[in-house]
């Protein structure tokens, strides 16, 4: 028994001896399939091997050649080692020269997507071994990517430094059609696994369809333990940016009225990018500091160019695996710099704004990943300057005040938030017109009431001493109307008033999909009377208006589709409107105006106004004037007809058309059935009276606010009888002779059967009235009868100059309002 098992071990040590010098002896061979059958898997086939050994303490390879198109060579990996320092922990030597792989990335398989790389997934007791000991040089990587070929070019080393570390070096070289770079990385690694060091990119440079980098550089230190992040801190710069024109994938919403190119970037450059930063671990989190500076920003998008654009970004990271914050240390800041637009709109101020607060949360919940923002934006006061032809720019002062956005994008991607704005005041100094304290939010997908804006202005006012309206307040909202699952349809609804009054009402439709919309603004039947609502506490520049009563309205309509307007309409009417202003008194004022055209302003015929009784020391009754607004450019109105009665007769003017913006304007005045009486105590002549009634037209002519009359004839209707008794006229003609003695006695109860009165008046001269006259006195001269021609001094030039005023306050309201439209 015993010799058979001394047989069985010899027989079994002989084996082992033949295997081992077997192996030995075909050692080459067998690593050679090994080689062959690890680089097959990485779909690299070995084409050939100059030379492999290997030996107890050394591994040598040279001109190594793999792939289908040789896209790994390798002329020379030496490794070396001891076994008593294999035993000892210490790392072997690797020498690796000319290794060039060249790599296909451009195809729809390469030889990157091949590998099948096998990395540890590192935990917090993992342990780097000793790297081994490295020397790296004449090697580089040839990359075909589809915009053109990279070229990488590796040298390095690992070597052993102090005790218990190793030094490691690596530099490359990044070159190619697209851009160059040169970067060095440092670090050290201790005996426990841990690595510091420094990664550094010089003459930086790159150029791609998308932007253009003239220059880049940076510095990065980290610390590993490991193969988790330790700590880390960088500071980059970019500089000579320059970003190709690149249009908008989206279409501009229809509602900007552009075309889907008309907000496409073009010609952007930026001067220079520094990001600086610094991030720690800390026991269960990460925390760290950012700083982005952006400078010299020059940019188009589309009839906008923007220079000097600037920004600075002070942030503040923390995070984990389940929940990342980005906030701000301290205030960001924005400036937009010079601003010039194709639009008639230039900015005497840069914009700027600071941005107090900006905080993005990053949360992972079981459904996924959502997204929470809370950003408050405050720009500076703006000045703003609208260009028009031919008249003075309109100068607009905007205090945005502040703006607040809060929100949060779901795991599936939907966004629900508000944006506020608070604080903002807007003013025209041109036209002394203030808003302020605007405020308004925007919902945006809120659960209960969709997409929606409410907004508010506390104050509109008209600032000068006499302003056309009292201080306003208005309120308003913006609502999604249509059902779910229906293209959007928003409605407009405002109201606006003095407290206690809300008497201005706005509604209004918009459907997003079709284009289609309409406006109505009103102002509800206002109803003054005296000891309560009076026009001035609305209009304070109606303060002289004195026992105001009856009542008052308007109207305005707009229809648009894609096209633009397609309809619009508005009315305003008063209804028995009485006052008193100083001397004047109106009674039952009535206008009823209907518009059918707003933008062009025009309207039917049979516009009226009528009153009862128009008292400005001339009584006027029953008034009616009916008129239409043409359609012309700039509208004019045609007078249909004018009548009113004045003592005891009718006065009417002749159809006629009026531009409010002509400098000159004509009338005739047609006088039917007025009484003699009368006139001769209107026109004032001492000791002048008499019977009769008058008939005739004055023709009037108006330019530069001068009234002039040019051979106005008054007749009389029917013979009629004048006196004329003057003590102050017999005592200037006492002595005058036996002839003027006998005229002023036949005045004094001359029977006329021919009267007529010639009324001229130039702009130089006051009014001539010459009054003819062909009758007798029964008691002079046996009823003998006289023609007389006489000049009368009158009072009749201020009754023109009221006529006048009334004429030029009624032009300029008119002249001003079409020039405002």
């Known amino acids: 028994m015993a010799k058979q098992l001394k047989t069985g071990l010899l027989v079994l040590l002989s084996l082992i001896i033949f295997a081992g010098v077997g192996l030995y002896a075909f050692r080459n061979s067998l690593l050679e399939m090994l080689i062959n059958d690890q680089l097959s898997k990485q779909d690299l086939p070995l084409q050939s091997i100059s030379f492999l050994d290997i030996s107890l303490n050394s591994f040598h390879l040279r001109d190594l050649k793999a792939g289908k198109n040789d896209e790994l060579h390798v002329s020379k990996v030496l490794v070396t080692w001891q076994m008593s320092d294999l035993l000892a922990g210490k790392p072997v030597s690797v020498e690796i020269s000319g290794l060039q792989v060249a790599l296909d990335l451009a195809g729809e398989r390469s030889a990157l997507n091949s590998m099948q790389l096998v990395t540890a997934s590192p935990g917090k007791d993992f342990n780097i071994p000793w790297l081994p000991l490295l020397e790296l040089k004449d090697s580089a990587i040839q990359l075909q990517l589809a915009a053109g070929s990279v070229t990488i070019v590796l040298s390095g080393s690992i070597a052993q430094d102090l005790p218990g570390t190793q030094l490691i070096q690596l530099n490359t070289m990044i070159s190619s059609s697209l851009g160059r770079a040169k970067t060095g990385l440092t670090a050290t690694l201790d005996a426990q696994g841990k690595i510091q060091g420094t990664l550094t990119v010089t003459n930086g440079m790159l150029s791609l369809p998308e932007a253009k980098i003239s220059s880049f550089s940076g510095q990065t230190a980290f610390a590993l333990a490991a193969l988790q992040l330790q700590h880390v801190q960088t500071e980059f710069a970019l500089s000579g940016i320059k970003l190709p024109r690149k249009t908008s994938a989206k279409p501009v919403p229809e509602l900007i009225g552009e075309k889907p190119d008309a907000l496409a970037l073009r010609d952007a450059a930026i001067d220079h990018i520094s990001f600086k930063g610094v991030i ?101 006061d703006l000045t703003l300057l609208v260009k028009r032809k031919e008249s003075p720019e309109i100068e607009i002062n905007l205090h945005p005040g502040k703006i607040t956005a809060t929100g949060e994008i779901d795991a599936d991607g939907n966004y629900q938030g508000q944006v506020t704005i608070s604080d903002t005041s807007f003013n025209l100094p041109n036209s002394q017109i203030q808003l302020k304290d605007i405020s308004a939010t925007l919902h945006l997908n809120d659960s209960e009431i969709g997409n929606a804006a409410v907004f508010a202005v506390g104050q509109l006012r008209h600032q000068v001493p006499e302003p056309l309206f009292a201080a306003l307040s208005i309120t308003g909202d913006i609502r999604n109307r249509a059902k779910q699952g229906e293209s959007a349809e928003y409605a407009l609804r405002i109201t606006g008033g003095i407290p206690g009054l809300q008497f201005l009402k706005i509604k209004g439709t918009h459907a997003l999909n079709s284009g289609n919309g309409a406006l109505k603004a009103e102002i509800i039947p206002l109803n003054f009377f005296a000891g309560g609502l009076q026009p001035s506490t609305l209009f ?35 209804r028995n409107i009485s006052f008193a202003r100083e001397k004047t008194k109106i009674m039952d004022l009535n206008i009823a105006l209907s518009l059918n055209n707003l933008i062009s302003l025009s309207s039917s015929p049979g516009q009226k106004i009528t009153a009862r009784q128009i008292d400005y020391g001339i009584p006027l009754e029953n008034l009616l004037v009916s008129f239409q607004i043409l359609d012309t450019i700039p509208p004019q109105v045609a007078l249909e007809k004018v009548q009113f009665s004045l003592m005891n007769g009718l006065v009417s003017v002749a159809p006629v058309i009026i531009d409010p913006v002509a400098k000159r304007s004509d009338m005739l005045i047609g006088i039917s059935n007025i009484d003699l009486e009368s006139f001769f105590n209107l026109i004032k002549v001492e000791g002048l009276t008499g019977s009769g009634h008058l008939d005739g037209q004055i023709p009037l002519s108006v330019e530069s606010n001068q009234l002039t009359i040019k051979n106005g004839q008054l007749t009389a209707k029917a013979p009629g009888t004048l006196h004329f008794q003057s003590a102050k006229a017999s005592q200037w003609l006492a002595s005058a002779g036996e002839e003027m003695n006998l005229l002023l006695q036949a005045m004094q109860d001359f029977h006329y ?25 029964p008691m002079v001269k046996e009823g003998q009868d006289f023609r007389l021609n006489i000049r009368l001094e009158t009072d009749i030039d201020k009754i023109l100059e009221e006529i006048n005023y009334g004429y030029n306050l009624s032009h300029e309201i008119l002249r001003g309002s079409f020039r405002l439209h």
């Open 753 to 777: 059967t021919e009267l007529s009165l010639n009324l001229d008046k130039s702009v130089t001269h006051n009014l001539v009235a010459k009054l003819s006259l062909l009758g007798n006195n």
């Open 540 to 574: 304070p520049l109606l303060a002289q208006l004195d026992n105001v009563s009856g009542q008052a309205s308007a109207m305005a309509q707009l229809k648009w589709s894609t096209e633009g307007i397609r309809s619009s309409q508005g009315s305003f009417e008063m």
């Open 280 to 380: 720690r671990e800390l026991s269960n989190y990460w925390e760290g500091e950012i700083d982005l500076g952006i400078d010299g920003v020059k940019m188009i998008a589309g009839p906008v160019k923007i220079k000097q654009l600037s920004v600075n970004l002070p942030m503040q990271v923390k995070f984990n695996s389940d929940n990342w914050h980005i906030g701000l240390r301290s205030h960001g800041k924005v400036s937009l710099g010079k601003i010039s637009t194709q639009y008639p709109l230039r900015f005497r101020t840069s914009p700027a704004f600071t941005i107090p607060q900006a905080d993005l949360e990053l949360i992972k919940s079981p459904q996924g990943l959502v997204l929470k923002n809370d950003i408050t934006v405050m720009p500076a």
